[in-house]
């Protein structure tokens, strides 16, 4: 079956009590019993909730996984993750990654013993010398919040295998649609679904895929025993916009290339990072490993000066964190998305002060490009 007859399907059963063809939204924290031990299958909304549950294996199927899990938030799927790994066991993190990654590694999971260092996993020899002997998990984001780095999935994977390391992608920026990290070997997935798979900026969660059966009982268990789970209307939510996710999408992506190819060559623009245009360094990788560039770019304009003017000039596009909403959003790295990354980290990566991250949204593109021209022309 194609993607998008999977992404409308998969969990979206009628409903058994009414026939209701959208899944409904099981607003309820418990499920009566017929007697002692005799129940449908249902004891309590923290451990088991059918509108959860179909996105659970709406969005399993379109990572071609066996098991998924739902959570509050991006970040608590990340920390069940994370979960998998014990004091005193080691992961190597992509150098790039969202803020509030490199914060759940730096101020939390540290004081719980568990050992990471920050590697440029864009370079497969890097990951290789960096493993210790108590390396447990390689985790990489790719494409990279915000600098849209990529990593080779299937050369990592190899790598992180032979040396008996589980490697687990956030797959935020591309979306199953984009990019499917598990046909490429990688044994984890997560998502924010805030992002493209909810796609319209109204609700916030999190997502794990995965196919091992002994990590997803575990996932199963921290998700349970934790408790940051996807509320019921959240999940209804998220399983409405997959419905949409490839049409919305290849929109996403098209803007994203006419957009990127406008700043390009804007002469007020010095950088542009964007893996669709044939200048990005790994632009051939990403053409093998993603089914199309998506809709974040980031560009340089060269100080925090210039960076505000153009922010604070736009109409059309909304300064706000976040993305893969509809609507286009914009924001700036360094004070936004990125600040609890230390500023000698973020210069080191290119998360400047003069640094603008844009999430093109599905509106007619002239209309995007017509907005940045104007703020643009402000400099
Ligand atoms: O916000 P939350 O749903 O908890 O997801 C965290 C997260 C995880 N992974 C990536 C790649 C992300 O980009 C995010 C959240 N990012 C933003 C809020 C942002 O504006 O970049």
Redesign the pocket.
């Known amino acids: 079956m194609g993607f998008s007859t999977i992404a409308i399907h998969a969990g979206n059963e009628p409903d058994p009590t009414t026939g209701a063809v959208s899944v409904p939204i099981y607003q309820t924290s418990t499920y009566a019993q017929e007697g002692l031990g005799k129940h449908k299958g249902f004891e309590y909304a923290r451990t088991q909730n059918p509108t959860r549950m179909a996105l659970e294996k709406n969005i399993a199927a379109l990572e071609g996984a066996r098991f998924g899990f739902a959570f509050a938030?991006?970040?608590?799927?990340?920390d069940a993750v994370l979960k998998l790994v014990k004091a005193g066991e080691h992961v190597i993190l992509s150098d790039n990654?969202?803020?509030?990654?490199f914060r759940l590694f730096d101020r939390v999971l540290s004081n719980y013993g568990v050992e990471f260092d920050l590697v440029d996993t864009t370079d497969v020899s890097n990951v290789d010398k960096a493993f210790k002997k108590n390396t447990k998990m390689v985790f990489v984001?790719t494409p990279?919040?915000?600098i849209m780095a990529i990593t080779d999935l299937r050369a990592v994977s190899e790598v992180a295998h032979y040396h008996g390391a589980k490697v687990v992608c956030?797959n935020?920026?591309m979306s199953p649609y984009l990019q499917r990290p598990m046909e490429f070997g990688v044994d984890i997935v997560?998502?924010?679904?805030?992002?493209y798979l909810n796609g319209h900026s109204d609700s916030?969660?999190?997502f794990v895929a995965l196919n091992d059966e002994e990590d997803a009982k575990w996932i199963g268990f921290i998700q349970n025993s934790v408790g940051a789970i996807l509320s019921p209307f959240d999940s209804f939510l998220v399983l409405r916009g997959t419905k949409t996710l490839a049409l919305r999408m290849e929109r996403h992506d098209a803007n994203g290339r006419a957009v990127a190819s406008f700043l390009a060559e804007h002469p007020k623009v010095e950088k542009v990072y964007y893996p669709g245009l044939p200048s990005h360094p790994q632009h051939e990788l990403a053409k093998r490993q993603q089914r199309g560039f998506g809709g974040m770019i980031s560009f340089e304009t060269g100080s925090l000066e210039k960076a505000k003017i153009v922010l604070e000039n736009v109409r059309l596009c909304t300064l706000a964190?976040?993305?893969g909403g509809v609507e286009t959003?914009i924001?700036h790295?360094a004070t936004?998305?990125?600040a609890s990354v230390p500023k000698e980290k973020r210069e080191k990566l290119g998360i400047t002060d003069g640094l603008v991250?844009i999430?093109v949204g599905i509106e007619d593109v002239e209309d995007i490009i017509e907005d940045l021209e104007r703020a643009l022309s402000k400099l």
């Open positions: 938030s991006g970040m608590s799927a990340i990654t969202y803020g509030g990654t984001e990279t919040n915000p956030d935020t920026f997560v998502h924010s679904t805030t992002k916030v969660g999190g964190e976040s993305l959003l924001c790295p936004m998305t990125h991250r999430s």
